[in-house]
C-alpha cells in the first residue's frame, strides 16, 4: 500500500508544476531546480545563478516549476536588476566603450551587444574585425591544420564503387 500513496501525491504536485517560467524574452524550464534551469539564460552562469537565487531568497535546489507566484516574481526582479547583486568584478560587461559603464547583460540582450561589438570591429579594421570578415579564427587558434572550411580532400571510396559498378554495367552490356 505504500506503493500506491506516492502516486496520489504526484497528480497534486504536477497541477501546481510550471513547465515554462518567462524570464525577459527566455523560457526556462520549470522541471529543473532554480539553479539549473537559471543557468539555460544567457549571460548567467552556475556562479550567478546561485547568487541570484541567495539574494531572492530562494532555495536553489527547489523545482523551478512549482514555487509560488511571488518567489518566481523575486527571482525575476533579480535577473533584471543583477547588476545592483553582482559586484563588479563579475560583470560580463565591464567598462561597455560607449557608455562606460560596468553592467551584467542577459538573454537577448546580450547577442545584440556582441553582434554590435563584431560590426564595430569589422567597421574600424582592427585586427579582430578582419579575421572576423574572412571567417578566420579569431583568438589566436591554429590554422595550419584546423579551422579548414573547404570540402573533403581525399579519396571518396563510394564514387570510385560508382564508377565501378557503371563500368563493369556497361561492359556487361556490350559483351
Given amino acids: ?18 513547465y515554462f517560467v518567462r524570464i525577459g524574452q527566455t523560457d526556462l524550464d520549470g522541471t529543473k531546480a532554480v539553479e539549473r534551469s537559471l543557468t539555460d539564460m544567457k549571460g548567467i552562469g552556475k556562479r550567478t545563478a546561485r547568487i541570484i537565487s541567495e539574494v531572492a531568497d530562494v532555495d536553489r535546489h527547489a523545482t523551478f516549476g512549482l514555487l509560488d507566484e511571488d518567489e518566481i516574481d523575486s527571482v525575476v526582479e533579480v535577473v533584471e536588476n543583477i547588476d545592483d547583486h553582482v559586484p563588479e568584478w563579475m560583470a560580463n560587461r565591464r567598462s561597455d566603450f560607449f557608455s562606460g559603464e560596468t553592467t551584467h547583460v542577459t538573454g537577448s540582450d546580450l547577442n545584440e551587444k556582441r553582434r554590435h561589438d563584431i560590426n564595430r570591429m569589422k567597421m574600424i579594421d582592427s585586427y579582430k574585425g578582419t579575421r572576423h570578415k574572412r571567417g578566420q579564427k579569431v583568438r589566436g587558434q591554429r590554422t595550419k591544420s584546423t579551422g579548414r572550411t573547404e570540402g573533403t580532400i581525399g579519396v571518396n571510396v563510394e564514387e570510385i564503387r560508382e564508377e565501378a559498378e557503371e563500368e563493369a554495367a556497361e561492359g556487361g552490356e556490350e559483351v
Fill in 1 to 18: 500500500m505504500s506503493a500506491e500513496e506516492p502516486q496520489d501525491d504526484a497528480p497534486e504536485e504536477e497541477e501546481d508544476l510550471r
